[in-house]
């Protein structure tokens, strides 16, 4: 294998790696240390381009609605349970992580599908494919611990501001608010303003949950770290003091 075909196989336009060069996206490194917010480097890395400041704001207002909910969260539960294992941060953060599925961390991503068919599609004939497709809850919209998701209005007035001064188009947010409205009174929950946001400003469906991972990894970061602290070893799903029932096996 010649040496160009070994550099062509992990040929990358993210990053540039030399002797005393270090580029991420054409961007010398020492020029982004110091004059550049993470929420702009996430832009940078995933999109290729700097956000302006009105782009990179709503970006950082999904980042910061997504950064925790709770040890009932799974993630969360997961990231304090195994940091009593005995295992290393790491390994605490990488288990809740892995965690993130389609049930838990994925509705941002599949709200982001559904407001792009409405987009195209309409309100009702979009609600009514995917009710035939055998979709309970749609995705983005009501929630089991919240009557009203107290990160819905945050989220959606910003965006409201940055449609009229131009920023965004508005696409996504009509059609959240119509799917809204058809479903009243379900309110939209965080996936589903978190996903407006995503949406209009041009991320793919996938990197909503990919945005998500990374706004969740800080609770997990900082719920994974106080564990550690409490002493506990061996932490499981119930206090020992509850018994997990046990289910009769005959028929």
Not at 27 to 34: A, S
Not at 36 to 53: A, H, K, N, Q, Y
Not at 202 to 229: D, K, N, Q, T, Y
């Amino acid at each position: 294998m010649s040496d160009e075909q070994v550099a062509d196989w992990w040929g990358t336009a993210v990053s540039r790696i030399e002797p005393n060069r270090i580029e991420l996206r054409g961007h010398p490194v020492q020029d982004l240390i110091g004059t550049t917010g993470f929420g702009s480097m996430i832009w940078l890395m995933v999109r290729g381009d700097l956000p302006t400041p009105a782009q990179v704001r709503l970006l950082e207002a999904a980042l910061v609605a997504g950064v925790d909910h709770g040890p009932h969260a799974p993630s969360i539960a997961i990231a304090r349970m195994t940091a009593t294992c005995g295992v290393g941060l790491n390994n605490a953060m990488a288990s809740a992580v892995n965690s993130l599925g389609n049930s838990h961390g994925g509705a941002g991503e599949q709200c982001v599908e559904l407001l792009s068919e409405v987009h195209t599609a309409g309100v009702e004939a979009t609600i009514t494919r995917w009710r035939e497709r055998g979709v309970r809850y749609l995705p983005g919209f009501g929630h089991r611990f919240h009557t009203r998701d107290p990160r819905r209005d945050p989220l959606l007035g910003p965006v409201d501001e940055a449609v009229a001064e131009g920023v965004v188009e508005g696409h996504y947010l009509r059609a959240a608010r119509g799917v809204e409205a058809a479903i009243a009174p379900v309110p939209m929950n965080i996936d589903g303003a978190t996903a407006v946001i995503y949406a209009e400003l041009g991320f793919a469906a996938p990197l909503a949950r990919g945005l998500f991972v990374l706004s969740r990894s800080v609770g997990i970061l900082a719920h994974a770290w106080e564990e550690m602290g409490q002493g506990r070893r061996n932490k499981g799903p119930m206090p020992p003091s509850i018994l997990p029932a046990f289910l009769d096996n005959e028929p």
